[in-house]
Antibody, heavy 122, light 108 residues
Framework: EVQLVESGGGLVKPGGSLRLSCTAS????????MSWVRQAPGKGLEWVGR??????????DYAAPVKGRFTISRDDSQNTLYLQMNSLKAEDTAVYYC?????????????WGQGTLVTVSS | EIVLTQSPGTLSLSPGERATLSCRAS???????LAWYQQKPGQAPRLLIY???SRAPGIPDRFSGSGSGTDFTLTISRLEPEDFAVYYC?????????FGPGTTVDIK
């Protein structure tokens, strides 16, 4: 059974940093393209970014609002995906989900974690 | 960046009725890589349709997706009580991937 478990959320001050983790199980995570999606309280879904598998170059793509501030990385030996968030703003407050596509190299989101809440506030 | 517009914003229907949701893209979606999701309060979204018209495993056949290029449709043939929720489309053919703002299907 595929499972994605996020951790690392919490309260952080504007301008601060936070690193989220997503531990994957039930599939060979090294082959999978993984994405982060967020949802601000009471708002819609927002795609944050994606990392390809190392065999596909391990390249990353980001949404405009987070580009240059957020970095996605992966440690396939630990089956773990990361989201490093720097220079956080109030508008980054959201539940952050780790996702994987229906196919390993797909950009849709079939598997979802339970989400982790990030609150940016002074 | 491809902007997705969903209409209507809210759809008020009764159980048993047919629901037709629209998702329009600001430019053609590569390979028709368009997905539909359902989200209920307090839950993570659930993938219903991928690649514009393929149903995800376990999704009832009352849900169907159609369309290509810039115009896509999610149809729920006969609404069941559990179908009242928010529906989002997402394009994943062109980076950055994007979601639409959502359509709320509520009980009339």
């Amino acid at each position: 059974e595929v499972q994605l478990v996020e951790s690392g959320g919490g309260l952080v001050k504007p301008g601060g940093s936070l690193r989220l983790s997503c531990t994957a199980s039930g599939f060979t995570s090294s082959y999978a393209w993984m994405s982060w999606v967020r949802q601000a309280p009471g708002k819609g879904l927002e795609w944050v970014g994606r990392i390809k598998s190392k065999s596909d170059g391990g390249t990353t793509d980001y949404a405009a609002p987070v580009k240059g501030r957020f970095t996605i990385s992966r440690d396939d030996s630990q089956n773990t995906l990361y989201l490093q968030m720097n220079s956080l703003k109030a508008e980054d407050t959201a539940v952050y989900y780790c996702t994987r596509g229906y196919y390993s190299m797909s950009g849709n989101c079939y598997y979802w974690g339970q989400g982790t809440l990030v609150t940016v506030s002074s | 960046e491809i902007v997705l517009t969903q209409s209507p914003g809210t759809l008020s229907l009764s159980p048993g009725e047919r629901a037709t949701l629209s998702c329009r893209a600001s430019q053609s979606v590569s390979s028709n890589y368009l997905a539909w999701y359902q989200q209920k309060p307090g839950q993570a979204p659930r993938l219903l349709i991928y690649d514009a018209s393929s149903r995800a495993p376990g999704i009832p056949d009352r849900f169907s997706g159609s369309g290509s290029g810039t115009d896509f449709t999610l149809t729920i043939s006969r609404l069941e009580p559990e179908d009242f929720a928010v529906y989002y489309c997402q394009q994943y053919g062109n980076s950055p991937f994007t979601f639409g703002p959502g359509t709320t299907v509520d009980i009339k």
